[in-house]
């Protein structure tokens, strides 16, 4: 039986996996790819994974709609929602803006995220209702972290 960690009337972070780099580059996707991963250990079956990403980011086509998403085992969250972010440019300069993708996930389209190893992945590509891909790009200007944090599920 799982024995989780209370503390008070709400549940503690129970694991926290994280991943920061401090160096510049940049990194240019032309249609979806990958773009930062995180093999993460899941310590309960009856948990909820909640996502942290900060990077600077821009979409460097006019007219399109950028997205920045995260995946659990290649599978977007379904529940209780997808766990993403989008950004559109209006005339094709690519305005590098700091930003947040933030989100708790219980379940994937594959079903409930049990315990154990998960790869964890920060992907880019076209927003939906879009068919024609924009060049998207992530710049880690001075530092970008991804974080994944294990919590008793709130909701």
Known sequence: EEKLKFHGTGCSSISLGYKYRTRYYSQTV?????????????????TVLR????NTIAVR???KTGRWYIKI???????????D???YNT?????YIPSVLFGICEETYAGRIGKGDHMITVN???????SLAPNLSSR????????????????
């Open 140 to 155: 880690h200007l001075a530092s970008s972290i991804l974080e994944v944090q294990e919590m008793c599920p709130q909701f």
């Open 61 to 63: 086509t006019a007219q």
């Open 51 to 54: 996502f942290t990403y900060s």
């Open 124 to 130: 880019v590509g076209v927003a939906v209702h879009h």
């Open 91 to 95: 005339n094709g300069d690519p305005d």
């Open 85 to 87: 972010i989008a950004m």
């Open 73 to 83: 085992d290649g599978q977007e969250c379904r529940k209780p929602t997808k766990v």
């Open 30 to 46: 032309a249609t979806s790819g990958s773009i930062a991963s995180l093999t993460f250990r899941k310590k309960f079956d009856s």
